[in-house]
């Protein structure tokens, strides 16, 4: 999926978790960082290759990234340990008990986590897949459904919606 389709997804991902923390009686701003969180989750799995435009000796140019594509920053296994992390490490919602700054480290990392885990799901259809038990790219499992730009990715990103607009009608 491409970058505009992930950030689509990561704003209902925001949704999501913005859903389960009201859900928890988290206040506002925890609840922010969240949201913040999750839409730059969303697009983490890329940005965190640290790519660049690398000029060719044609005078074309290709993706050049630091950490090769879809390897390490895009590993299932480290982005459900995160995620499952940062659901138990949620502090006590009530303020009285939560240093403010504390409820905003862990709420963002869980916002984080489920921006991460959505753009896996999203990329996990495409040909090349994601690393799933080893973040090598010998590891990655791909459902081969459909490729990355495709319309149907459409169809992924309202799925995401659905179920943030749930979230909210459930909780
Ligand atoms: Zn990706």
Redo the contacts with the bound molecule.
């Keep these: 999926?491409g970058k505009t389709g992930?950030q689509t997804v990561g704003v209902a991902l925001s949704v999501i978790s913005a859903a389960y923390l009201h859900y928890l009686h988290f206040g506002l701003l925890p609840i922010g960082a969240s949201c913040i969180a999750a839409f730059y989750g969303s697009t983490a799995?890329?940005w965190l290759e640290i790519a660049h435009a690398e000029k060719m000796h044609d005078g074309s140019y290709r993706r050049a990234s630091v950490i090769p594509?879809?390897t390490i920053?895009?590993w299932a296994v480290a982005w459900v340990a995160f995620l499952v992390w940062a659901l138990f490490s949620l502090p006590n919602p009530n303020p009285d008990h939560t240093l403010w700054l504390n409820a905003i480290f862990h709420t963002a990392a869980l916002g984080f986590a489920m921006g991460g885990i959505s753009?896996?799901l999203?990329?996990i259809p495409n040909p090349t897949g994601?690393p799933i038990l080893m973040p090598t790219s010998r590891h990655r499992l791909s459902l081969r459904l459909w490729r990355s730009g495709s319309g149907i990715e459409w169809l992924e990103v309202t799925a995401f919606w659905m179920v943030g607009v749930a979230s909210w009608m459930v909780h």
């Design positions: 999926m992930h799995p890329d594509h879809r920053t895009h753009h896996l999203c990329d994601v």
